[in-house]
């Protein structure tokens, strides 16, 4: 199977209700491997939060695996996935499962079994790579990674509650969070996720799955620059394997506008599969509008304030990279308290109107 033509992937986008969706991860988990261990996968805030978010009228959500919950459970990650994408389709929502993710934000590496506690006062501390930075460069393991990719894209591959799949999450991402700032993970493991997110392609294609393929391109340049988005190699390979255009965006609108130009060249269906932070100026009252004019999905990241933590700011020194100040009065991610309740009730107006017209 190879790369879906531009034809074939605005005929299915043709066929897709303007997608409006957010990532997930339910309340009380830390972190994914927190998320899908068969001790701690909490079905019944699962099921709650997948409901509200159904009501407020989004209609898919994002959400990483853990390659380790694989390893020690794969049959039993492969029932959590269904019972969750069915939850999922009763509320409204389509799912888009994803396989790798570099984002080791809490700097260790991830370890099957209990999840620590958060980190007080810091975001995503707990936030652990897939498979593992360090794991990465370790060839032994791969063929415990194509099975993986493999064995879920053959369950579910003309699964109609799969929207598409997103084979791996910011390749290349070094970011470590701590409470003094942020710094980046040593040694450079750059070179094997591209390696990785290549052979993701082909694990996967050769699965013929009926759902399209992507990994989204996440880099962005700095404030005041005129420089074009998404110009490392790991961007342009992204792009070039992708059958449609994903992309991260936490950025104030004008940016956004920008590089939705950037990528419209490319001639295929586009969805932004991050974005949404307040202090920086990526914000639903101001970007969600701009989103559905220009015909391009999204995923805000987070629905309900949790252990994650994901309401307070990403470290100062990179938030003020991104042009914006760690206000910790004003919330991050995230739209809903524990209860239910909007914590900015214009946002939820806002997305009920636009994601049912």
């Known amino acids: 199977m190879t790369r879906w033509s531009r034809k074939d992937a605005n005929s299915w986008w043709a066929g897709t209700p303007w997608v409006c969706g957010f990532n997930f991860l339910p309340s009380t988990a830390v972190n994914f491997l927190e998320m899908w261990h068969p001790d701690s996968f909490d079905r019944a805030t699962i099921e709650r939060e997948l409901g509200w978010a159904g009501s407020l009228g989004f209609n898919a959500l994002r959400v990483n695996l853990h390659s380790l919950v694989w390893d020690h459970d794969a049959e039993g990650l492969m029932e959590r996935l269904d019972w969750l994408m069915d939850v999922a389709d009763r509320a409204g929502l389509l799912t888009v499962p994803c396989f790798f993710d570099d984002c080791g934000f809490g700097g260790a590496e991830p370890v099957y ?3 620590p506690d958060p980190v007080p006062g810091v975001h995503n501390s707990r936030a652990v790579a897939c498979p593992g930075r360090m794991a990465l460069g370790d060839r032994a393991r791969w063929q415990g990674y194509e099975a993986y990719v493999r064995g879920l894209t053959r369950a579910f591959r003309a699964d109609r509650r799969v929207l598409f799949w997103d084979l791996y999450n ?20 750059s070179a ?3 390696a990785l997110m ?3 392609f082909e694990w996967a294609r050769a699965e013929a799955p009926e759902q399209p393929l992507s990994v989204g391109a996440w880099t962005t340049p700095l404030p005041g620059s005129t420089d074009d988005p998404y110009q490392t190699e790991i961007d342009q390979v992204a792009l070039d394997l992708s059958d449609i255009v994903t992309f991260h965006a936490y950025w104030d609108a004008d940016h956004v506008d920008r590089f939705i130009d950037y990528l419209s060249s490319l001639g ?5 599969t991050e974005w949404m932070a307040r202090p ?11 989103l559905k004019a220009r015909d391009v999905g999204c995923f805000q990241w987070g629905l309900v304030r949790g252990r994650t933590q994901t309401n307070l700011p990403w470290p100062a020194d990179l938030v003020e990279a991104h042009g914006g100040r760690a206000d ?14 909007a914590y900015d009730p214009a946002e939820t107006r806002l997305i009920r109107k636009l994601a049912s017209a």
């Open 280 to 290: 920086i100026g990526s914000r639903i009252c101001n970007q969600l509008e701009l």
């Open 192 to 194: 094997d996720s591209l």
């Open 170 to 189: 910011e390749p290349g991402n070094r970011m470590i969070f701590t409470g003094q700032g942020a710094r980046e993970h040593q040694p450079d493991f």
């Open 113 to 115: 079994g209990p999840q």
């Open 198 to 200: 290549r052979a993701s």
């Open 328 to 341: 910790r009065s004003v919330w991050f991610h995230d739209i809903l308290e524990g209860d239910g309740s």
């Open 268 to 272: 295929r269906p586009m969805l932004c």
